[in-house]
């Protein structure tokens, strides 16, 4: 109460600069305040691109089935199929890079780096290809797998689709078919 007193007996130019003065210092203290609270991390670009990653290389893995399935209906015999593939790691990203190659008398050194894009905190290696992920195996299931010439034609045409061995594709009749 009495510093309300003493406020209200304040002739009005010293008031706002009270008033100035005391939200400048609330001010203040809201700043220091809010560097102790924890700050919302926002993802990294590496965390984007492996998010990215996992969703490409399911995509990837759709459309290969998909591809493979109307490929393979067309087949004489085959009938209706239902493809499922297995895919190893995810993308693989390869860096550019420079080099420098140097020969002497006797020696020869070489000196390799990744080339980099960007400024301040935000550079980045410069990606030169992505790799799709690698086909591991593929299950295939057909009307017509019951009879050896198809299955036959199925394994064989699998094959060189995926670029897989035999051995790594497993062809079955259908269900209920």
Known sequence: ??????????????????AMVTFGIIGMLLIMISSFLPEEKSRSSADMRQA???SEAESYQDAV???LEEFLG??????????????????????????????TDN????????????????KEALVETVEVPEIRGAV????GGGSAAVREQIYRAAS???GIPTGKIYVTSL???
């Not at 309300?4 to 010293?14: G, N, S």
């Not at 020696?107 to 935000?122: H, P």
């Open 1 to 18: 109460m009495e510093v309300l007193k003493k406020i209200a007996a304040m002739p009005k130019e010293k008031k706002i600069t009270a």
């Open 52 to 54: 990215a990653d996992m």
């Open 65 to 67: 089935q998909t591809r």
């Open 74 to 103: 067309s087949i004489d015999g085959a009938g209706r199929v239902k493809v499922y593939i297995t895919v190893g790691s995810q993308q693989r990203y390869v860096y550019a890079t420079e080099g420098r190659r140097s020969i």
């Open 107 to 122: 020696k020869t050194e070489e000196e390799e780096k990744y080339v980099i894009v960007g400024s301040g905190s935000e």
């Open 140 to 143: 295939i299931a057909c009307t």
């Open 160 to 162: 060189a689709a995926l």
């Open 175 to 177: 269900k209920g078919e």
